[in-house]
């Protein structure tokens, strides 16, 4: 019975997890001008992310440490550096993406601007992060973070053509536009596969004491978290392509986002959309906050764990609070929200093959996974991902130039 | 009886000669056992294990691009030798040098 | 071949102390070559500055320069004997008291002056942990 309380948690966490700024802007903006033609980049991402997010489950499960553990202990300081680097700058823009997301939602619901919000939601943030254990960040917000289930229900309410809508799942090729089609999947696929989130869920099977006794609630919490997180992240898509495609709205700021719920559920959509935004925001503020921490401290060998007293762990503890306050930064001296998070989606998914790359090495390796090495399916997926990320990595720049917009 | 000290990182990497000077590997790993001494139990290093990446052996420098290479295995010609440490003369320890001729190595391929 | 790998399983391990402490990674293995004998591995070492040896020269001097910087006394890197290793597995077990080694300079500092100024940083753990495994201990995080 309580096993099967942790996976439906697990779940719940991965569908609150998966939609923030992130796959908010970038699928609304696929919606509104390109239609539901780019949904299949969605579906790519997120069984990506599955697959990566069971990995490295099965990874810290199976050998007690984080995935970050054996990056720096398998291949040694100096290829380390190279992940430690590039995770942590991207993160670091992705983090003062979504702080930009909450203040952004805080100044819609209150006329104040969100330069000051911004400083605020550190505050509260860092409170958090301060006082409350792992599972009251990563419980608490993944609860919260249902209530992006309006989004699921604004698509219904607007009567999608289901027709249209599965072909779109098929990849294909756009007529006009291509280098901002292109430039669109690229950044559905840096906010669906972020190298913070299979970080983190690493790092967060060790605090939960996960072992091999875990690996089945892994599978399914990975699977299920990611479907119902995708599912959520189509629905934006959905209702973008059938509010602003329409009428040739193309996106540029968070406020025209808004009024995607509007037209479906009225008032209360304008309402639950701000909710969503400053909750789901809210939550992957704390996730990223704590990814990077975990970085440092489980590379270079600090103690750690969310759940000690900061004087315990004090080097974590200051990184994190370090990293938190100067993430506020970008927004706090007015740099736009959404263009930040349109950067750091693209710079993500540039990042990918070196968090990706050596999975393939850990994951084959049976001093690391025992009996418990990837079997040819999951090679055969990673190798697919991994060939994507190669693929993103040299494309990302360019389109970011050619299609950025 | 001199000791000299020196780091593991001074070591790993090194490329093996043999008597002829011709390369014989990379210096991948070093295996130590226990054994009893007077003051306590001291970790000797008994075996060398060198690495030949044949063709690739300019990727063979990083941590990465060996394990890359070894699971590639024969495709990119790679062999282990297990060298005893007996025949590996540490003189000059930036230059490791085999004492006994590369024939009477025992080689194993990856695993 | 039962040996133990010093790359494998040794180098960048995690190391902890004998309050089951987290106190950094071996940054660096010592061996001592003795004429005649096998080498013999004979310290450990832990610390930014070995740490940056090995990545290469410019980060030598990052480190120098960071240390001079913050004025930090010596250069934080602690020698663990080998002889004070108990047990080699996920992680490596040495019979130190970290709050003694140099490389935890850092830690205790951040500790004493920081962080416990703040209200809410001192005591064990936070809220209560259920169903622990294996009796692992909260602090292994």
């Known amino acids: ?405 | 009886m001199s000791a000299r000290e020196i780091r593991l990182g001074d070591l790993t990497g090194r490329v093996v000669r043999d008597p002829d000077g011709r390369s014989v590997g990379r210096i991948e790993e070093l295996c130590a056992e226990i054994a009893p001494r007077e003051g306590g139990n001291d970790y000797e290093v008994v075996v060398f294990h060198v690495g030949a990446y044949g063709a690739f052996e300019a990727l063979a420098g990083g941590r990465f691009a060996q394990h890359a290479l070894k699971r590639a295995g024969k495709l990119v010609g790679y062999q282990r030798y297990e060298v005893p440490w007996d025949w590996l003369d540490f003189s000059d320890p930036e230059h490791p040098r085999l004492t006994r001729r590369r024939s009477e190595l025992t080689s194993r391929t990856s695993s | 071949m039962g040996g133990l790998r010093l790359v494998h399983e040794v180098l960048d391990s995690q190391l902890v102390d004998r309050r089951k402490e987290k106190i950094g990674r071996v940054d660096a293995l010592v061996l001592e070559l003795r004429d005649g004998e096998p080498p013999c591995v004979a310290a450990i070492l832990v610390g930014g500055a070995v740490r940056a040896e090995r990545v290469g020269r410019w980060m030598v001097w990052l480190n120098r320069a960071l240390r001079s910087l913050a004025r930090a006394r010596g250069d934080g890197v602690s020698r663990i004997s080998f002889d004070a290793v108990r047990r080699i597995a996920d992680t490596i077990e040495v019979d130190v008291d970290g709050e003694s080694l140099p490389s935890g300079r850092l830690e205790r500092w951040l500790a004493e002056k920081v962080v416990c100024r703040i209200p809410g940083a001192r005591g064990e753990g936070k809220g209560h942990e259920q169903g622990q495994q294996q009796g692992e201990h909260v602090g292994d995080g």
């Open chain 1, 1 to 405: 019975m309580k096993k099967w309380l942790e996976v439906a948690l697990g779940v719940v966490t991965g569908i609150g997890g998966f939609l923030e700024v992130g796959s908010i802007a970038t699928s609304s903006q696929a919606g509104a001008e390109f239609g539901y033609r780019l949904a299949w980049v969605l579906l790519l991402g997120t069984a990506s992310l599955a697959f990566l997010m069971e990995m490295t489950g099965r990874l810290a499960a199976v050998s007690h440490r984080s995935y970050v553990d054996l990056l720096r202990e398998h291949f040694g300081i100096r290829f380390f550096l190279v992940p430690l680097v590039a995770v942590f700058l991207v993160s670091f823009l992705v983090l003062a993406s979504e702080i930009g997301g909450v203040s952004v939602a805080l100044q819609m619901a209150t006329g104040v601007s969100l330069q000051w919000w911004a400083v605020l939601v550190a505050v509260a943030g860092w409170l958090l992060l301060w006082r409350g254990t792992f599972k009251v960040v990563e419980q608490g917000t993944a609860m919260l973070g249902l209530v992006a289930v309006a989004f699921a229900a604004g698509a219904l309410k607007l009567h999608p053509q289901w027709g249209a809508l599965g072909r779109a799942l098929v990849p294909s090729s756009p007529a006009h536009d291509r280098a901002r089609y292109w430039y669109l999947a690229v950044s559905i696929l840096g906010a669906s596969i972020s190298p913070y989130l299979y970080l983190f869920y690493s790092a967060g099977a060790i605090e939960d004491h996960w072992t091999t006794e875990h690996l089945w609630t892994n599978r399914i919490t990975a699977a299920f978290g990611n479907l119902f997180g995708g599912t959520l992240a189509l629905a934006v898509l959905v209702v973008a392509a059938l509010v602003f495609a329409p009428r040739r709205i193309r996106v540029d700021g968070y406020e025209q986002i808004a009024l995607l719920l509007s037209t479906p559920l009225g008032r209360a959509g304008f309402v639950l959309f701000l909710a969503t935004l400053f909750i789901t925001c809210f939550g992957s503020t704390l996730e990223i906050t704590l990814a990077i921490a975990y970085l440092l401290a489980q590379g270079f060998g600090w103690q750690w764990s969310e759940n000690l007293k900061p004087g315990k762990d004090a080097r974590f503890a200051v990184a994190y609070s370090v990293v938190l306050i100067a993430a506020v930064v970008p927004t706090a001296v007015g740099l736009q929200p959404l263009s930040l998070t349109n950067v750091s989606m693209v710079l993500s998914a540039a990042s990918l093959p070196v968090t990706v790359l050596p999975l393939m090495v850990l994951m084959n390796d049976e001093d690391v996974m025992s009996t418990h090495a990837n079997g040819w399916p999951s090679n055969l997926a990673l190798a697919a991902i991994a060939l994507l990320s190669l693929a993103l990595f040299g494309a990302a720049i360019p389109l970011q130039i050619l299609g950025g917009g």
